[in-house]
């Protein structure tokens, strides 16, 4: 896929919200998000897109890290990507909805902003975690992802300015795109 483009831009008090469209690993941001599982081995989807970009390196910090729970972050180097680092987020498992499913996918956002945060990462793009291989319906999905992001920056003002939906295909975008309106944004 060709270099992520811009879809919708907002301001969210000193924050910046993009949504783009494309393949995340070509994104000139501090960090980017992976949507990992536990094991933090590499994987399928955007997952083995990161490691393809990356290099074997990153892979071999991974296996440093002894996993991962669900709902956590954690961050590595990004190696060959322009990102300098990569924020591996694991998002929960779609299992109808009463498994916590949506909390934990709130937590992976709210975890990797501040691990960001922490680090003093300036901007930081995110994929639709959950929504591919782990079957979580993606207009849920974006209207969490979007809310528990309009909810960080707003409490906490360390979070970086700039975040990134960085989305793989035009209905994901569009999921997006609506759920910032739906909540007065956009
Ligand atoms: N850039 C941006 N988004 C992408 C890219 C890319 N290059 N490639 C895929 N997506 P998935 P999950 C989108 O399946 O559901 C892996 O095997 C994709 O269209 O990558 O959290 C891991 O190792 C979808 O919208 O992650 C885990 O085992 C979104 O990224 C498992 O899959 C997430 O899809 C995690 O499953």
């Known amino acids: 896929m060709n270099e992520p483009r811009r879809i919708h831009a907002l301001e969210v008090g000193p924050a910046v919200l993009d949504i783009m469209l ?14 990992a ?3 933090l081995l590499g994987g399928g989807g955007v997952d083995g897109a990161i490691h393809r970009a990356a290099g074997p390196e990153l892979l071999a910090e ?22 300098r680092h990569v924020i591996h987020a694991v998002g929960p ?35 639709a975690i959950s929504t591919g291989v782990y079957a979580f319906p993606p207009a849920r999905a974006a209207r969490i992802a979007t809310g528990t992001v309009v909810s960080e920056i707003a409490a906490r003002a360390d979070a970086p300015g700039r975040i990134v ?16 309106i739906d909540f007065g944004l956009g």
């Open 22 to 35: 494309g393949d995340i690993t070509r994104l000139d941001v501090h960090a980017i998000v992976n949507a």
């Open 165 to 180: 939906f960085c989305c793989f295909s035009e209905e994901s975008a569009r999921l997006h795109s609506d759920a910032l």
């Open 37 to 39: 599982n536990r094991s």
């Open 62 to 83: 991974c296996r440093t890290l002894g996993g991962c729970a669900t709902g956590e972050a954690k961050i590595t180097a990004g190696y060959r990507l322009k990102a």
């Open 93 to 127: 498992i779609w299992s109808g909805g009463d498994r916590n499913e949506d909390q934990l996918l709130a937590a992976c956002y709210r975890n990797a902003i501040a691990l960001a945060a922490r680090h003093g990462l300036a901007s930081l793009a995110f994929p």
